[in-house]
């Protein structure tokens, strides 16, 4: 599977005419190497790989890392770089122009005077776009917790609670079914505070009658989920029952638009361009999803700019919604794989509008 994951590299290696790739993004030695520790270095030839890691991580690279020399050098990692790097005749050596500080650049292109590095982008980062069978499982594994605990707190939203208590309770009961914690900050807004689409759970009280917009999702094995509840605590009103509607509308057309070969700003416009002729084109302010994986948010980018096209094996969100600045918010966010005729849902709550 790794030696798979690594076979997507020879496009580079090709292009470039490259000698190795130095990772030192932890997500892409992640993916590429198995490690699962937090401080590393990847270097990838075409035929082999070294990892560069201090003492405490050694024995862990040793049993994770299989197929790797696994390089003990501390504070010494460009130095093991060079050694590396004149012995096997290593003369142009990519790096990930996004995941590597100008300071570590600089000693390095000072310690390997006979190298040149190239500048790779994030071009590096979409080999990961496209996820195998063994991380659909454990996304869909993260994303099946997540619903679940929610669904086990929702309870709790009542008037007289604080946004905070909501989230915490959220967070606690991930934990509890296996979750290593929470995959971002939850978003909990009620009332106008729907009206951000970053509403951070805060201290507001919830009252009858608002509609909450709980952004939450947990992270499990390195992987993520991702999901939005909007829930009314009471009956919310009509404004706000067309608004849900729109919302709701706008996610089920761009779910059952999402096939391999769409290309990423056509999948947004079908959201887009609905809410739009429903009179609310000025309140979705956001894209419409993003690629969800070993980051919360990764490639592809849904949005009105995005020309990549979707490809069987994506796993993205579909997440419109309608932001009326002093009134509140909706926002419908689900994730899903792309499959060879359509997508899967991988997020599990009903999203019909519930009245709590
Ligand atoms: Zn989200
Ligand atoms: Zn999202």
């Known amino acids: 599977m790794l030696k798979n994951r690594r076979s997507r590299l020879t496009p580079f290696f090709d292009d470039n005419a490259l000698d190795a790739i130095l990772y030192t993004d932890m997500n892409n030695i992640r993916y590429l190497s198995g490690f699962t520790g937090t401080e590393a270095a990847l270097l990838v030839a075409r035929d082999r790989l070294w990892f560069l890691c201090d003492s405490r991580y050694t024995e862990q690279a040793r049993e994770e890392v299989v197929d790797a020399e696994v390089v003990e050098c501390g504070a010494a990692r460009i130095d093991a770089i060079a050694d590396i790097a004149r012995v096997q005749g290593l003369v142009r050596i990519g790096f990930e122009a996004s995941h590597l500080t100008v300071a570590v650049y600089r000693r390095m292109a000072e310690k390997l005077s006979g190298v040149e590095f190239v500048e790779l982008g994030g071009e590096l980062d979409g080999i990961r776009t496209a996820k195998d069978s063994a991380e659909i499982e454990q996304l869909a594994a993260v994303a099946e917790l997540s619903s679940q605990a929610f669904l086990a707190t929702i309870h709790l939203i009542r008037p007289g609670v604080m946004e905070v208590d909501i989230a915490m309770a959220l967070e606690l009961e991930m934990r509890r079914r296996g979750a290593d914690g929470k995959a971002f900050d939850f978003i909990v807004a009620s009332g106008e505070r729907g009206a951000m689409p970053h509403g951070r759970a805060s201290e507001k009280i919830i009252q009858a009658g608002e509609m909450i917009t709980i952004d939450f999702g947990a992270a499990k094995n390195g992987y993520h989920s991702d999901e939005t509840v909007t829930v009314a605590c009471g009956e919310p009103g009509d404004r706000a029952r067309e608004i849900y509607g729109i919302v709701k509308m706008a996610h089920d057309r761009a779910i059952a638009a999402v096939k391999p070969g769409i290309s990423c700003k056509d999948l947004d416009y079908v959201a887009r361009s609905y809410i739009g002729e ?37 796993v993205i969100t579909i997440e419109p919604g309608i932001y009326l600045p002093g009134f509140g918010g909706v926002r419908i966010e689900d994730t899903v794989v792309v499959t060879a005729d359509g997508c899967r849902l991988l997020t599990k709550v009903e999203k019909e509008l519930r009245i709590l």
């Open 278 to 314: 429903a009179g609310y084109g000025d309140y979705f302010g956001h894209g419409l999803g993003h690629g969800v994986g070993l980051e919360i948010h990764e490639q592809p980018t849904l949005s009105p700019r995005s020309t990549a096209l979707l490809g069987e094996g994506s």
